[in-house]
């Protein structure tokens, strides 16, 4: 049977060669081990993978093993008795259990902790494991399939990642290549998105200038995918008319593949608003929330002052509530 990208665009010979293997494995049971720079489309890929398996119809589970804390990941992974630990009021089913069947994705596996590593494991060795605080051995019929933008190998080397969970997992590897070694890939996603994000423009889809073209292909995208998807949907919104030009690029872009930028019309002049950046950030911060603080401080006070200390006034120019302003202001100490 044909595999199906689902959504998957490019034709670049890299790219190809993934989908050789890809098509190879899907069907099989095999467990997959994803690499690749963060952005290349490694999640696409292993559900790519999920729907074209016999397991299509089963269920497909994620799990973010770096987004969700140790002490939660490995109730979220294997459930937990009632009474497991002091929050434990009932009892919960656990991923592994949830995709029985289907396909289990442990996606940012190299975030994962040593502990942990070792229940993986026995999970892919015995297809087996027990829910936190049970003495039921449970059974699983699922597939494995892990995706990491670290390079696993070396976090062996460094102690970071078990050699053998690293072997077994990485029965059939899959380097998923950086969008700057995809070549002409680069502009047909360029136009697929910005196809997709011109469906509500008034003045239509967006085309690239043979410039613009040029130094797209140059670009080294180190957001890869989502980068270039996430600047077309900007270019979208910003750019009026139907034409990327070569002015339109940011500076980033532009400054990378040697071009000098051409003067922005808009840009700030002395005097003028400037948004704040992160040199702001590091000289007043230094962390976003000490720094909004400080921000917040001093709009407080000059409405104040403008308002001669009447709080229904500055509350009124800030556009907010007179008790949220005199919240803020005994949170501050400021009244
Ligand atoms: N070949 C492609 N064709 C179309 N869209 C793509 C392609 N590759 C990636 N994308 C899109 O780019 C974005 C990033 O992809 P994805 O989340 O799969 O990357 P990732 O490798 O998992 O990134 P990270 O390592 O940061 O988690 C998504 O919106 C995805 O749909
Ligand atoms: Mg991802």
Redesign the pocket.
Known sequence: MAFDPC????KSTP?QEVFRVLTKVAPSDSTVLVT??????????VRALHRNSKRADKPFVPINCGAIPRELLESELFGHEKGAFTHAIRTKVGRFELAHGGTVFL??IGEMDLLLQVKILRVLQEREFERVGGSKTIKTDVRIIA?T?RNLEEEVGRGNFREDLFYRLNVIPID?PPLRERGEDVLT?AN?FLGRFGKNRPSGTLNLEQQARNILLNYSWPG???EL?NFMERMSILCDGNQIALGDLPEKILKETGIEPPPRPLAATDGAFRWPDLGDLRDYGPTLKDFLDQVEDRLLTQALEEAEGVKNRAAEILGIKRTTLIEKLKKKDMM
Not at 7 to 10: E, K
Request: net charge negative.
């Open positions: 959504g998957i665009i490019g790219l690749g720079e963060s952005g290349t489309g490694k999640e696409l890929l996606d940012e995706a933008n998923l996603l697929y890869n995918v989502r998807e």
